[in-house]
């Protein structure tokens, strides 16, 4: 032991005197840092830029400035961004918003803004990400594609730069028609939806109620003055039906061994019915908003565990007049099917299996872009095909007139099954219509008035849709001097940003804000748990 430890001692004795003989002189240092200060500066500059997002433009995806609040009648944490008024001077300010609402009980709070008893908020900084710009450089096959996070000159402010999602590419004719994008490129006869890839899908999803979270009582209309009807979202039993038991719990079952096919439905107004509610685009980040779009494209998901038997469990969703339904039977098979609108009868679209067991399965159905979509435990089984369902941009519009909310329900027969972590989701909808508040109206490439863009042109849309200055919304007036005569020229089209304005694809969330020390601290603790990839 005592030899062992003096060797060390020489070792390290040697090991300091080697680090004195070859020490560096301090001006060799100084330039060591110096060049180490460099290299970090060009990676940030040319490869890693970090942005900080400032506004909520992007939110639920990336949080600008924003406080959390979590609703004291279902429980459900949510975020709230600041509130932007115009004086009788035309002054914009920025501060708490004075009524707030959870988007998933729609309860409504006012806070300290508007009076004294009020709820507290205290806003933090958004999100903080890096952004590739090297990619968009060299272009190719890294250059920007659609549905990408990016990074761009605002073309209102050169020295500002925004986030929004990659919409459009260069030479594409883009419409948004009943929420969706609808895509014509150069050499396409027809237009088509256009669907998103399934990380930017997964992003894309909102929560609109997740029954983990049931609202004691209803939503409390303080603004509305009674133009709404009380919101009380839950799952109700159709007709007379004693499979189900239950439903006021988080985790509902169907003991229905020997029993036919039963339902429950979501509904979200209050009395005795089991009409579907409409489902609309509210985002809790924007507190409370007068006006909302309805919004069909939807999914549903839940943890499944079949028990016992030998029928099946059911998730069925509608898009209008259509109908969908997945079937997870008790024997392993999965199914897709539609309900034909014309003939009433089922179609088959697709059959798989999967392996079941003890352990509880998420299983999900879904609606976005004319694509259905079965998953289990997240991977995607089952879909359609484009011939076997799609839509024209002149059948859209005729669609997007209907008042035919989404029809949510679970069904079962002839099993024992558990539920848990019933939610159902959203689509972004890409707003048309009302865009005063962000500066133009009808808005471009809104539906009715497509855009045509030029060859070196993209066309940009931020998640929260109802509350983004994006493509749809710059004006003439407001456009910067760098695009002026460029403009002025025929160069350059309102609603679009050129090429050479593109900065790069935003990749990481490494920085989601802090968090209190105390309750009633500051906001010095880093929100490590929401450090995420961007999609």
Not at 58 to 64: K, V
Not at 92 to 105: K, L, S, T
Not at 185 to 191: I, S
Not at 412 to 437: C, K, P, Q
Request: include cysteine; aromatic fraction near 10%; proline fraction near 7%.
């Amino acid at each position: 032991m005592t030899r062992d430890t003096t060797r060390v001692r020489k070792l390290g004795a040697a090991t300091s005197e080697a680090r004195k003989a070859h020490k560096e002189p301090l001006l060799t240092q100084i330039a060591s840092f110096v060049d180490l200060f460099v290299w970090l500066l060009v990676l940030k500059s040319f490869f890693l830029p970090l942005f900080i997002i400032p506004t909520g433009s992007m939110a639920e995806t990336l949080a600008g400035a924003h406080a959390t609040r979590t609703c004291p009648n279902c429980g459900y944490e949510y975020m709230i961004g600041p509130e932007r008024t115009v004086d009788q001077w035309g002054r914009q300010h920025e501060g708490i918003a004075r009524i707030i609402q959870c988007p998933n009980c729609r309860l409504q709070e006012y806070t300290t803004s508007a009076r004294p008893d009020g709820v507290p908020l205290r806003l933090k900084a958004g999100d903080r990400i890096v952004v590739l710009g090297w990619p968009y450089d060299i272009g190719g096959r890294l250059g920007p594609r659609r549905w990408d996070v990016a990074v761009f000159k605002n073309p209102n402010e050169p020295d500002i730069n925004y986030i929004k999602r990659l919409i459009g590419l260069p030479g594409e004719t883009i419409e948004i028609i009943d929420g969706d994008i609808f895509v014509k490129g150069k050499h396409d006869d027809l237009a088509r939806v256009a669907c998103k890839t399934p990380q930017a899908q997964r992003s894309l999803w909102f929560s609109y109620y997740d029954h983990d979270y049931p609202p004691r009582d209803g939503a409390v209309d303080r603004i509305g003055r009674g133009r709404w009807p009380e919101y009380r979202p839950r799952w109700v039993a159709l007709a007379d039906q004693a499979g189900w038991v239950g439903l006021e719990t988080r985790s509902p079952r169907f003991d229905g061994l020997g029993r036919s096919r039963e339902q429950i439905q979501f509904v979200n107004q209050a009395g005795d019915h089991t009409q579907p509610g409409r489902i609309l685009d509210v985002y809790g980040y924007n507190a409370f908003r007068a006006a909302y779009e309805d919004v069909t494209d939807v999914r549903l998901s839940a943890d499944v565990i079949v028990e016992a038997g030998e029928g099946y469990v059911e998730l069925s969703i509608s898009k209008y007049d259509d109908f969908f339904y997945a079937r997870l039977h008790a024997d392993g098979r999965l199914t897709l099917e539609r309900e034909n609108p014309k003939t009433g009868q089922r179609d088959k679209w697709g059959e798989t299996r999967v392996a079941l067991g003890s352990r509880p399965l998420r299983f999900s159905l879904g609606h976005a872009d004319y694509r259905v979509a079965v998953e289990i435990d997240g991977q995607v089984l089952l879909e359609n095909s484009p011939e076997q369902y799609g839509v024209t941009p002149e059948k859209a519009r005729r669609r997007s007139q209907l008042a035919i909310p989404p029809t949510v329900r679970i069904g079962a027969e002839g099993v024992r099954a558990s539920f848990a972590h019933l939610l159902i989701e959203r689509d972004v909808y890409y707003t048309s219509g009302n865009l005063r508040a962000l500066g133009t109206e009808p808005g471009t490439a809104t539906q009715g008035h497509p855009i045509t863009l030029k060859d070196d042109a993209y066309f940009m849309l931020g998640d929260n849709s109802p509350n983004s200055q994006d493509s749809r919304a710059w004006g003439a007036n407001e456009l910067g001097p760098h695009l002026r005569t460029a403009y002025a020229e025929g160069a350059y089209d309102i609603g679009t940003v050129p090429a050479d304005q593109m900065i790069g694809r935003a990749f990481l969330v490494y920085w989601p804000g802090f968090l209190p020390l105390t309750p009633r601290g500051p906001n010095v603790l880093p929100d490590l748990g929401r450090v995420r990839w961007i999609h």
